[in-house]
């Protein structure tokens, strides 16, 4: 495990001298915006206790089992096969949650992402990827609400059901476990326990307000949209610009009000980029050219701390909109380079 966090380390940080030239910033800088529910230094002290949590919780099962004349089966590398399945297994459940809790909400599922497997569904046809980033673990689950009632409570339901999956996946892994002596399942018994030691650490964890990589935790979205402030429309800006995938709802019909308070405060990062973006395609659409011209603007402002790590699906909305809005052909050959 060791050799693993080492190479992990490796792999995280290899570009960590590009990034920061290109961004002018240390990558691991504290991200946290006003109002999101975060505190600095959370994601540290919680690292630190979850993995406080995971040797002592590991050490007592091991220990329990030799208790009970429970063995622990195979050499390392099977301990280590039982480990990475455990994990993924965790994050499948957990993801699955916000599944259920979606589809009971009325939305549609449009991807999903366990490890370094995705499925995601473009133009009705479902195609599958193989990321290696995500051998080291991780997973989504893309919902997409097909009507624009109860949006905020809609959402914080599927937030909330994945902590929720996860806490019966640990309750029914700990019950697993323990009635594991003179049972069939006798010599799963490490597997299960490891499934308990993560799954309630993930029921936990995910529900602290964090902003771990360039996505907020569970219990952070939660807070968000249920603070009814800035955070609430930028979720609920989200929301309804995805909702367009799965209904006849037009850019024109996005409500102005809610996008420009959510532009207004968010004014850096991805996600502020992407709310200049549904700008101008809502006042594209709406024939509001000059409108459309400064909410491309505002996003061409932000593109340089970003051009690391934007798609390339996006660069062709800033092609369109200096040929069409703006008549500029030199413009629009440069960002088509």
Do not use: C
């Not at 650490?201 to 602290?208: F, L, Q, R, W």
């Not at 009814?228 to 996005?254: N, Y």
């Not at 549904?278 to 701390?305: C, N, S, T, V």
């Not at 092609?319 to 809005?325: E, I, K, S, T």
């Amino acid at each position: 495990l060791g050799t693993l966090v080492g190479i992990s380390g490796i792999y995280l940080f290899r570009h960590y001298g590009r990034v920061t030239a290109l961004t002018g910033r240390s990558v691991m800088a504290d991200n946290s915006l006003p109002g999101d529910g975060t505190f600095k230094y959370g994601g540290v002290i919680t690292q630190t206790v979850q993995l406080v949590w995971m040797v002592a919780a590991t050490t007592w099962w091991w220990r329990w089992g030799g208790e009970h004349g429970l063995d622990q089966q195979g050499g390392w590398w099977l301990n280590l096969l039982q480990v990475m399945g455990a994990l993924q297994l965790n994050t499948f459940l957990h993801e699955f949650g916000h599944v259920l809790g979606g589809w009971a909400s009325g939305m549609k599922l449009r991807s999903f992402a366990i490890g370094p497997v995705r499925f995601s569904n473009r133009k009705g046809i479902w195609r599958t990827d193989f990321q290696t980033a995500g051998l080291w673990g991780g997973g989504s689950a893309g919902m997409v609400p097909t009507e624009l009632r109860n949006l905020r409570s809609k959402r914080i339901f599927t937030i909330l059901a994945g902590p929720v999956a996860s806490l019966v996946t640990a309750a029914a892994a700990t019950v697993i476990t323990l009635s594991a002596p003179g049972n069939p399942w006798s010599d799963a018994w490490q597997f299960f326990a490891l499934l308990s030691t993560f799954a309630w650490a993930g029921a936990v964890v995910n529900m602290i307000p964090l902003q771990p990589e360039n996505e907020y935790s569970d219990g952070a979205q939660i807070y968000q949209l249920m603070s009814d402030g800035p955070w609430a429309d930028v979720h609920t800006a989200f929301s309804m610009v995805s909702s367009t995938l799965v209904t006849p709802l037009r850019p024109r019909q996005f409500d102005t009000w809610t996008l420009n308070r959510a532009a207004a405060f968010l004014k850096s990062g991805e996600r502020g980029l992407l709310l200049q973006l549904f700008l101008y395609i809502h006042h594209k659409d709406a024939g509001r050219a000059e409108e459309a011209r400064r909410a491309l603007d505002a996003a061409e402002a932000l593109y340089p701390a970003l051009a690391h790590r934007l798609h390339a699906d996006l660069h062709t909305d800033f092609v369109y909109g200096h040929a069409m809005l703006g008549r500029d052909a030199g413009r629009a050959a440069e960002w088509w380079r």
